[in-house]
Protein backbone atom coordinates (compact mmCIF):
# COMPACT_ATOMS: atom_id res chain seq x y z
CA UNK A 1 0.00 0.00 0.00
CA UNK A 2 1.58 3.72 -0.99
CA UNK A 3 2.17 5.96 1.38
CA UNK A 4 -0.88 7.91 2.42
CA UNK A 5 0.52 11.19 2.89
CA UNK A 6 2.46 12.43 -0.11
CA UNK A 7 4.71 15.51 0.71
CA UNK A 8 7.62 17.88 -1.16
CA UNK A 9 10.55 19.58 0.22
CA UNK A 10 10.29 23.35 0.08
CA UNK A 11 12.55 23.49 -2.73
CA UNK A 12 9.63 22.05 -4.91
CA UNK A 13 7.72 25.32 -4.48
CA UNK A 14 7.23 26.36 -7.97
CA UNK A 15 9.29 29.17 -8.80
CA UNK A 16 6.92 30.42 -11.77
CA UNK A 17 3.07 30.80 -12.01
CA UNK A 18 1.18 28.52 -14.79
CA UNK A 19 -0.60 30.94 -17.43
CA UNK A 20 -3.27 28.74 -19.01
CA UNK A 21 -4.24 31.46 -21.78
CA UNK A 22 -0.73 31.06 -23.47
CA UNK A 23 -2.16 27.69 -24.50
CA UNK A 24 -5.59 28.31 -24.89
CA UNK A 25 -7.29 27.33 -28.65
CA UNK A 26 -9.70 30.08 -27.92
CA UNK A 27 -8.12 33.70 -26.02
CA UNK A 28 -10.97 35.10 -23.46
CA UNK A 29 -12.38 38.13 -25.08
CA UNK A 30 -11.39 41.00 -24.11
CA UNK A 31 -12.72 43.49 -20.89
CA UNK A 32 -15.18 46.33 -22.14
CA UNK A 33 -15.84 49.47 -20.40
CA UNK A 34 -19.36 49.70 -19.07
CA UNK A 35 -20.21 53.33 -20.97
CA UNK A 36 -18.81 52.65 -24.29
CA UNK A 37 -18.52 49.32 -24.57
CA UNK A 38 -15.07 49.33 -26.25
CA UNK A 39 -12.22 47.01 -24.86
CA UNK A 40 -10.56 48.70 -22.49
CA UNK A 41 -6.78 49.28 -21.47
CA UNK A 42 -4.85 49.25 -18.91
CA UNK A 43 -5.51 53.03 -18.25
CA UNK A 44 -9.14 51.84 -16.54
CA UNK A 45 -7.51 49.68 -14.19
CA UNK A 46 -4.45 51.87 -12.77
CA UNK A 47 -6.57 52.95 -9.86
CA UNK A 48 -7.79 49.90 -8.78
CA UNK A 49 -4.08 47.92 -9.07
CA UNK A 50 -0.58 48.05 -9.37
CA UNK A 51 0.72 47.74 -12.61
CA UNK A 52 2.56 44.50 -12.45
CA UNK A 53 -0.57 43.05 -11.53
CA UNK A 54 -2.26 44.73 -14.70
CA UNK A 55 0.49 43.06 -16.63
CA UNK A 56 0.18 40.00 -15.46
CA UNK A 57 -3.99 40.35 -16.27
CA UNK A 58 -3.05 40.31 -19.57
CA UNK A 59 0.55 38.65 -20.46
CA UNK A 60 0.81 35.65 -23.01
CA UNK A 61 3.42 34.47 -21.66
CA UNK A 62 3.39 30.60 -20.30
CA UNK A 63 5.14 31.22 -16.86
CA UNK A 64 5.17 34.41 -14.95
CA UNK A 65 8.20 33.80 -12.24
CA UNK A 66 7.40 34.43 -8.49
CA UNK A 67 9.19 36.81 -6.82
CA UNK A 68 11.77 35.30 -3.99
CA UNK A 69 10.11 37.21 -1.69
CA UNK A 70 7.00 35.70 -2.43
CA UNK A 71 7.99 32.38 -2.10
CA UNK A 72 9.66 32.78 1.28
CA UNK A 73 6.36 34.11 2.25
CA UNK A 74 4.69 30.39 0.82
CA UNK A 75 7.17 28.41 2.69
CA UNK A 76 5.33 29.31 6.01
CA UNK A 77 2.75 26.87 4.89
CA UNK A 78 3.63 25.05 0.94
CA UNK A 79 4.29 23.29 -0.63
CA UNK A 80 0.70 21.58 0.78
CA UNK A 81 0.66 18.02 1.42
CA UNK A 82 -1.25 15.46 -0.42
CA UNK A 83 -3.22 12.82 0.66
CA UNK A 84 -4.59 9.32 -0.44
CA UNK A 85 -8.12 9.19 0.63
CA UNK A 86 -7.85 5.66 1.85
CA UNK A 87 -11.19 5.87 4.41
CA UNK A 88 -12.92 7.32 1.59
CA UNK A 89 -12.36 4.72 -0.55
CA UNK A 90 -13.11 1.80 1.56
CA UNK A 91 -16.53 3.67 2.81
CA UNK A 92 -17.60 3.80 -0.96
CA UNK A 93 -16.09 0.45 -1.48
CA UNK A 94 -14.68 1.84 -4.68
CA UNK A 95 -12.39 0.94 -7.24
CA UNK A 96 -11.21 4.50 -7.65
CA UNK A 97 -8.11 6.10 -6.20
CA UNK A 98 -9.36 9.28 -4.37
CA UNK A 99 -6.70 11.64 -3.46
CA UNK A 100 -6.58 14.98 -2.05
CA UNK A 101 -4.39 18.40 -2.01
CA UNK A 102 -5.21 19.92 1.54
CA UNK A 103 -5.05 23.75 1.52
CA UNK A 104 -6.05 23.98 4.69
CA UNK A 105 -2.77 24.19 6.59
CA UNK A 106 -2.32 27.72 5.27
CA UNK A 107 -2.57 30.48 7.67
CA UNK A 108 -5.77 31.60 6.87
CA UNK A 109 -7.31 27.96 6.49
CA UNK A 110 -7.81 27.71 2.92
CA UNK A 111 -6.05 28.16 -0.78
CA UNK A 112 -6.87 32.29 -0.76
CA UNK A 113 -3.36 33.02 0.59
CA UNK A 114 -1.59 31.75 -2.74
CA UNK A 115 -2.80 35.12 -4.47
CA UNK A 116 -3.56 37.44 -1.15
CA UNK A 117 0.26 37.57 -0.46
CA UNK A 118 1.35 37.71 -4.38
CA UNK A 119 -1.05 40.92 -4.58
CA UNK A 120 -0.02 42.70 -1.52
CA UNK A 121 3.44 42.28 -2.07
CA UNK A 122 2.85 44.15 -5.47
CA UNK A 123 1.19 46.63 -3.99
CA UNK A 124 3.74 46.95 -1.33
CA UNK A 125 6.40 47.14 -4.48
CA UNK A 126 4.17 50.61 -5.84
CA UNK A 127 4.12 52.66 -2.79
CA UNK A 128 0.00 51.61 -1.63
CA UNK A 129 -0.82 52.11 1.90
CA UNK A 130 -4.28 50.43 2.12
CA UNK A 131 -6.19 47.60 0.33
CA UNK A 132 -9.88 47.77 0.39
CA UNK A 133 -11.70 44.35 -0.72
CA UNK A 134 -14.66 42.01 -0.23
CA UNK A 135 -15.30 38.88 1.18
CA UNK A 136 -17.88 36.31 0.67
CA UNK A 137 -17.24 33.88 3.59
CA UNK A 138 -14.42 34.68 4.85
CA UNK A 139 -11.61 33.24 3.54
CA UNK A 140 -10.30 35.81 0.94
CA UNK A 141 -10.84 38.38 3.67
CA UNK A 142 -8.46 36.62 6.43
CA UNK A 143 -5.76 35.88 3.91
CA UNK A 144 -5.53 39.57 2.66
CA UNK A 145 -5.83 40.80 6.20
CA UNK A 146 -2.69 37.99 6.97
CA UNK A 147 -0.87 39.52 3.67
CA UNK A 148 -1.22 42.77 4.30
CA UNK A 149 -0.01 42.67 7.80
CA UNK A 150 3.14 40.81 6.42
CA UNK A 151 3.57 43.64 4.14
CA UNK A 152 3.11 46.82 6.50
CA UNK A 153 -0.64 47.85 4.58
CA UNK A 154 -3.82 49.06 5.86
CA UNK A 155 -6.98 46.34 5.45
CA UNK A 156 -10.90 47.06 5.19
CA UNK A 157 -12.73 44.65 4.01
CA UNK A 158 -16.48 44.33 3.45
CA UNK A 159 -18.24 41.28 4.00
CA UNK A 160 -21.25 39.72 2.69
CA UNK A 161 -23.99 40.80 5.60
CA UNK A 162 -25.16 36.64 6.06
CA UNK A 163 -21.74 35.91 6.04
CA UNK A 164 -20.49 38.71 8.84
CA UNK A 165 -23.58 37.89 11.13
CA UNK A 166 -23.46 34.12 10.63
CA UNK A 167 -19.37 33.45 10.77
CA UNK A 168 -17.94 35.79 13.33
CA UNK A 169 -15.11 34.05 14.02
CA UNK A 170 -14.38 34.82 10.71
CA UNK A 171 -14.41 38.56 11.64
CA UNK A 172 -12.17 38.24 14.49
CA UNK A 173 -9.75 36.26 12.75
CA UNK A 174 -9.77 39.68 10.63
CA UNK A 175 -9.38 41.75 13.34
CA UNK A 176 -6.82 39.17 15.05
CA UNK A 177 -4.60 40.44 11.98
CA UNK A 178 -4.91 43.91 11.58
CA UNK A 179 -7.83 44.05 9.58
CA UNK A 180 -11.50 46.32 9.45
CA UNK A 181 -14.39 44.44 8.58
CA UNK A 182 -17.35 45.83 7.65
CA UNK A 183 -20.85 43.97 6.87
CA UNK A 184 -21.80 44.17 3.54
CA UNK A 185 -24.06 46.58 2.68
CA UNK A 186 -22.89 49.39 4.87
CA UNK A 187 -23.57 52.77 5.19
CA UNK A 188 -19.94 53.74 4.43
CA UNK A 189 -20.56 53.62 0.33
CA UNK A 190 -22.84 55.56 -1.86
CA UNK A 191 -23.12 51.98 -3.35
CA UNK A 192 -24.30 50.55 0.13
CA UNK A 193 -26.57 52.97 0.93
CA UNK A 194 -28.09 52.58 -2.37
CA UNK A 195 -28.67 48.68 -1.82
CA UNK A 196 -29.96 49.61 1.90
CA UNK A 197 -32.28 52.35 0.39
CA UNK A 198 -33.82 49.39 -1.89
CA UNK A 199 -34.22 46.32 0.97
CA UNK A 200 -32.97 47.34 4.55
CA UNK A 201 -32.64 43.89 5.22
CA UNK A 202 -30.36 42.74 2.35
CA UNK A 203 -28.67 39.61 3.18
CA UNK A 204 -25.60 41.20 0.67
CA UNK A 205 -23.87 40.05 -2.24
CA UNK A 206 -20.24 39.29 -3.37
CA UNK A 207 -21.51 41.47 -6.48
CA UNK A 208 -22.62 44.44 -3.88
CA UNK A 209 -19.00 43.71 -1.32
CA UNK A 210 -17.48 44.43 -4.25
CA UNK A 211 -19.01 47.80 -5.45
CA UNK A 212 -18.46 49.13 -1.92
CA UNK A 213 -14.41 48.14 -2.08
CA UNK A 214 -13.82 49.67 -5.32
CA UNK A 215 -15.95 52.70 -4.69
CA UNK A 216 -13.50 52.99 -1.75
CA UNK A 217 -10.30 52.71 -3.30
CA UNK A 218 -11.47 55.20 -6.68
CA UNK A 219 -11.43 57.70 -4.15
CA UNK A 220 -8.45 57.44 -2.99
CA UNK A 221 -4.96 57.92 -4.74
CA UNK A 222 -3.15 56.19 -1.63
CA UNK A 223 -5.33 52.49 -1.92
CA UNK A 224 -5.94 49.85 -4.44
CA UNK A 225 -8.36 47.34 -4.97
CA UNK A 226 -7.92 43.34 -4.72
CA UNK A 227 -9.65 40.90 -5.99
CA UNK A 228 -10.13 36.76 -4.61
CA UNK A 229 -11.30 35.04 -7.38
CA UNK A 230 -12.31 35.45 -10.92
CA UNK A 231 -9.51 37.96 -12.61
CA UNK A 232 -6.77 36.42 -14.86
CA UNK A 233 -4.13 36.95 -12.55
CA UNK A 234 -5.68 35.73 -9.11
CA UNK A 235 -6.81 32.41 -11.34
CA UNK A 236 -3.02 32.12 -12.33
CA UNK A 237 -1.55 32.77 -8.73
CA UNK A 238 -3.48 29.47 -7.14
CA UNK A 239 -1.65 27.45 -10.03
CA UNK A 240 0.98 26.45 -7.25
CA UNK A 241 -1.32 24.21 -6.30
CA UNK A 242 -2.03 22.25 -9.63
CA UNK A 243 1.86 22.56 -10.03
CA UNK A 244 2.85 20.91 -6.93
CA UNK A 245 0.12 18.31 -7.22
CA UNK A 246 1.65 16.94 -10.21
CA UNK A 247 4.92 16.67 -8.74
CA UNK A 248 3.27 14.93 -5.87
CA UNK A 249 1.06 12.66 -8.27
CA UNK A 250 4.62 11.90 -9.85
CA UNK A 251 6.08 10.45 -6.74
CA UNK A 252 2.76 8.42 -6.27
CA UNK A 253 3.10 6.97 -9.37
CA UNK A 254 0.14 8.37 -10.38
CA UNK A 255 -1.58 10.72 -13.01
CA UNK A 256 -5.38 11.47 -12.78
CA UNK A 257 -8.39 10.75 -15.21
CA UNK A 258 -10.70 13.44 -13.25
CA UNK A 259 -9.81 16.66 -11.57
CA UNK A 260 -12.08 18.28 -9.27
CA UNK A 261 -12.70 21.38 -7.56
CA UNK A 262 -15.30 24.29 -6.00
CA UNK A 263 -16.48 26.81 -7.67
CA UNK A 264 -17.38 30.84 -6.93
CA UNK A 265 -15.08 32.69 -9.07
CA UNK A 266 -12.86 30.37 -10.59
CA UNK A 267 -9.71 30.38 -8.32
CA UNK A 268 -10.09 27.54 -6.38
CA UNK A 269 -10.96 25.68 -9.82
CA UNK A 270 -8.04 26.89 -11.57
CA UNK A 271 -5.75 26.79 -9.21
CA UNK A 272 -5.84 22.71 -9.10
CA UNK A 273 -7.29 22.37 -12.58
CA UNK A 274 -5.39 24.49 -15.09
CA UNK A 275 -1.60 22.71 -14.88
CA UNK A 276 -3.40 19.57 -15.27
CA UNK A 277 -5.61 21.33 -18.41
CA UNK A 278 -2.31 22.24 -19.67
CA UNK A 279 -1.52 18.51 -20.65
CA UNK A 280 -5.02 17.91 -22.09
CA UNK A 281 -3.97 21.13 -24.53
CA UNK A 282 -0.15 20.89 -25.15
CA UNK A 283 0.21 17.12 -25.23
CA UNK A 284 -3.34 15.43 -25.78
CA UNK A 285 -4.42 13.75 -22.39
CA UNK A 286 -7.85 13.73 -21.57
CA UNK A 287 -8.07 14.31 -18.17
CA UNK A 288 -11.95 15.78 -17.07
CA UNK A 289 -11.85 18.54 -15.28
CA UNK A 290 -14.90 19.40 -13.06
CA UNK A 291 -15.85 22.61 -11.56
CA UNK A 292 -18.58 21.93 -8.51
CA UNK A 293 -21.21 24.69 -8.31
CA UNK A 294 -24.19 25.23 -5.73
CA UNK A 295 -27.21 24.39 -7.22
CA UNK A 296 -27.95 27.97 -5.27
CA UNK A 297 -25.89 30.21 -7.26
CA UNK A 298 -25.61 27.41 -10.52
CA UNK A 299 -23.99 30.42 -13.15
CA UNK A 300 -21.95 27.15 -14.90
CA UNK A 301 -24.66 25.21 -14.97
CA UNK A 302 -27.86 27.18 -15.88
CA UNK A 303 -26.54 31.05 -16.44
CA UNK A 304 -25.68 32.32 -19.89
CA UNK A 305 -22.24 33.30 -21.20
CA UNK A 306 -22.29 36.98 -22.40
CA UNK A 307 -20.64 40.52 -20.83
CA UNK A 308 -21.91 41.35 -17.95
CA UNK A 309 -20.79 43.69 -14.53
CA UNK A 310 -18.55 41.89 -11.96
CA UNK A 311 -20.20 43.74 -8.74
CA UNK A 312 -23.70 45.26 -8.79
CA UNK A 313 -23.49 48.68 -9.23
CA UNK A 314 -21.49 49.00 -12.49
CA UNK A 315 -17.84 50.42 -11.38
CA UNK A 316 -16.13 47.59 -12.77
CA UNK A 317 -15.46 46.58 -16.32
CA UNK A 318 -17.51 44.35 -18.28
CA UNK A 319 -16.06 40.43 -18.28
CA UNK A 320 -17.44 37.99 -20.99
CA UNK A 321 -18.29 35.08 -18.13
CA UNK A 322 -21.01 32.73 -17.80
CA UNK A 323 -23.27 34.76 -15.09
CA UNK A 324 -26.59 34.86 -13.43
CA UNK A 325 -27.06 38.72 -13.69
CA UNK A 326 -24.75 41.35 -11.62
CA UNK A 327 -28.19 41.62 -9.64
CA UNK A 328 -28.51 38.29 -8.81
CA UNK A 329 -28.84 37.83 -5.23
CA UNK A 330 -28.06 34.09 -4.17
CA UNK A 331 -29.78 32.60 -1.23
CA UNK A 332 -27.74 32.88 2.29
CA UNK A 333 -26.35 29.21 2.30
CA UNK A 334 -23.46 28.17 3.99
CA UNK A 335 -20.78 28.06 1.01
CA UNK A 336 -20.43 32.08 0.97
CA UNK A 337 -17.22 31.75 -0.75
CA UNK A 338 -19.46 30.50 -3.91
CA UNK A 339 -22.04 32.96 -3.92
CA UNK A 340 -20.75 35.02 -6.84
CA UNK A 341 -22.78 35.43 -9.79
CA UNK A 342 -20.69 35.16 -12.53
CA UNK A 343 -17.62 33.47 -13.68
CA UNK A 344 -13.96 34.52 -14.22
CA UNK A 345 -13.24 34.55 -18.41
CA UNK A 346 -11.12 32.28 -19.04
CA UNK A 347 -13.08 29.57 -17.01
CA UNK A 348 -16.38 30.92 -18.83
CA UNK A 349 -14.25 30.70 -22.41
CA UNK A 350 -12.75 26.80 -21.50
CA UNK A 351 -15.98 26.08 -20.36
CA UNK A 352 -18.00 27.41 -23.77
CA UNK A 353 -15.40 25.42 -25.92
CA UNK A 354 -16.08 22.04 -24.25
CA UNK A 355 -12.82 21.55 -22.27
CA UNK A 356 -13.84 21.74 -18.97
CA UNK A 357 -17.26 20.41 -17.35
CA UNK A 358 -19.93 21.69 -14.37
CA UNK A 359 -21.93 20.34 -12.00
CA UNK A 360 -24.28 21.41 -9.60
CA UNK A 361 -25.26 20.46 -5.98
CA UNK A 362 -27.67 21.27 -3.35
CA UNK A 363 -26.90 22.09 0.15
CA UNK A 364 -28.02 19.08 2.15
CA UNK A 365 -26.25 16.74 0.04
CA UNK A 366 -22.97 18.65 0.05
CA UNK A 367 -22.93 18.23 4.09
CA UNK A 368 -23.86 14.66 4.34
CA UNK A 369 -20.78 14.33 1.47
CA UNK A 370 -18.77 16.75 4.38
CA UNK A 371 -19.86 14.10 7.11
CA UNK A 372 -18.72 10.89 5.49
CA UNK A 373 -15.32 13.17 4.37
CA UNK A 374 -14.77 13.88 8.17
CA UNK A 375 -15.61 10.80 9.33
CA UNK A 376 -13.54 8.25 6.66
CA UNK A 377 -11.03 11.23 6.58
CA UNK A 378 -10.63 12.78 9.89
CA UNK A 379 -10.26 16.64 7.73
CA UNK A 380 -13.80 18.28 9.14
CA UNK A 381 -13.90 20.35 5.13
CA UNK A 382 -15.16 23.86 4.62
CA UNK A 383 -18.56 24.22 3.22
CA UNK A 384 -17.20 25.05 -0.14
CA UNK A 385 -14.95 22.35 0.21
CA UNK A 386 -18.08 20.10 0.33
CA UNK A 387 -19.25 20.73 -3.21
CA UNK A 388 -16.06 19.15 -4.31
CA UNK A 389 -16.27 15.87 -2.22
CA UNK A 390 -19.44 15.55 -3.57
CA UNK A 391 -18.52 15.79 -7.20
CA UNK A 392 -15.62 12.97 -5.83
CA UNK A 393 -18.47 10.60 -4.44
CA UNK A 394 -20.18 10.44 -7.17
CA UNK A 395 -17.99 9.53 -9.75
CA UNK A 396 -16.51 7.17 -7.54
CA UNK A 397 -20.24 5.78 -7.01
CA UNK A 398 -19.81 5.24 -11.01
CA UNK A 399 -16.20 4.35 -11.65
CA UNK A 400 -18.03 1.15 -9.37
CA UNK A 401 -20.96 0.94 -11.43
CA UNK A 402 -18.41 1.04 -14.27
CA UNK A 403 -16.05 -1.60 -13.00
CA UNK A 404 -13.39 1.02 -13.61
CA UNK A 405 -10.05 2.06 -11.60
CA UNK A 406 -9.94 5.63 -12.16
CA UNK A 407 -8.00 8.40 -10.40
CA UNK A 408 -9.44 11.33 -8.97
CA UNK A 409 -7.62 13.98 -7.56
CA UNK A 410 -9.88 17.11 -6.00
CA UNK A 411 -8.60 20.28 -3.68
CA UNK A 412 -9.53 20.07 -0.54
CA UNK A 413 -9.39 24.26 -0.38
CA UNK A 414 -9.87 24.52 3.38
CA UNK A 415 -11.35 23.56 6.78
CA UNK A 416 -14.69 24.11 8.48
CA UNK A 417 -13.12 25.18 11.69
CA UNK A 418 -15.04 28.30 11.25
CA UNK A 419 -18.21 26.73 10.16
CA UNK A 420 -19.63 24.77 13.24
CA UNK A 421 -22.98 26.56 13.26
CA UNK A 422 -23.42 25.19 9.63
CA UNK A 423 -22.77 21.74 10.38
CA UNK A 424 -25.00 21.95 14.09
CA UNK A 425 -27.86 23.15 11.64
CA UNK A 426 -26.91 19.67 9.56
CA UNK A 427 -26.94 17.80 12.32
CA UNK A 428 -30.03 18.94 13.67
CA UNK A 429 -31.88 18.62 10.68
CA UNK A 430 -32.44 22.42 10.60
CA UNK A 431 -30.39 22.90 7.43
CA UNK A 432 -32.64 24.12 4.75
CA UNK A 433 -32.54 23.16 0.73
CA UNK A 434 -31.75 25.61 -1.52
CA UNK A 435 -32.03 25.25 -5.23
CA UNK A 436 -32.76 28.53 -7.35
CA UNK A 437 -35.58 28.51 -9.67
CA UNK A 438 -36.00 29.24 -13.19
CA UNK A 439 -37.82 32.06 -13.39
CA UNK A 440 -35.70 33.75 -10.82
CA UNK A 441 -32.64 33.03 -12.68
CA UNK A 442 -35.11 34.66 -15.85
CA UNK A 443 -36.05 37.37 -13.96
CA UNK A 444 -32.47 38.59 -13.00
CA UNK A 445 -31.54 38.23 -16.65
CA UNK A 446 -33.84 40.19 -18.12
CA UNK A 447 -32.41 43.17 -16.25
CA UNK A 448 -28.95 42.40 -18.04
CA UNK A 449 -28.17 45.39 -21.14
CA UNK A 450 -24.71 44.84 -21.77
CA UNK A 451 -23.36 43.46 -25.21
CA UNK A 452 -24.27 39.94 -25.93
CA UNK A 453 -21.70 37.33 -27.36
CA UNK A 454 -22.40 35.69 -30.42
Known sequence: MAQKKINLPESDIPESWYNIVADMPNKPLPPLHPGTHEPIGPEMLAPLFPMELIKQEVTSDTWVPIPDEVREVYKIWRPTPMFRAYGLEKLLDTPAKIYYKYEGVSPAGSHKPNTAVPQAYYNKQAGVKRITTETGAGQWGSALSF????????????MVRASYDGKPYR???????????????SERTAAGRQILSQNPHSPGSLGIAISEAVELAMQDDDTKYALGSVLNHVLMHQTVIGLEAIKQLELAGDFPDIVVAPFGGGSNFAGIAFPFLRHNLTEGKQVR???????SCPKLTRGVFRYDLGDTIGMTPLLPMYTLGHNFIPAPIHAGGLR??????IVSQLLKDGLIEAQAFKQLECFEAGIQFARSEGIIPAPEAT?????VIREAKQAKEEGKAKTILFNLCGHGHFDMGAYEQYLSGKLVEHEVTAEEIRESLAELNTP???
Open 147 to 158: ACQLFGIECEVY
Open 452 to 454: EIA
Open 289 to 295: CIAAEPA
Open 171 to 185: KIMMNTWGATVYPSP
Open 387 to 391: HAIAT
Open 340 to 345: YHGAGA
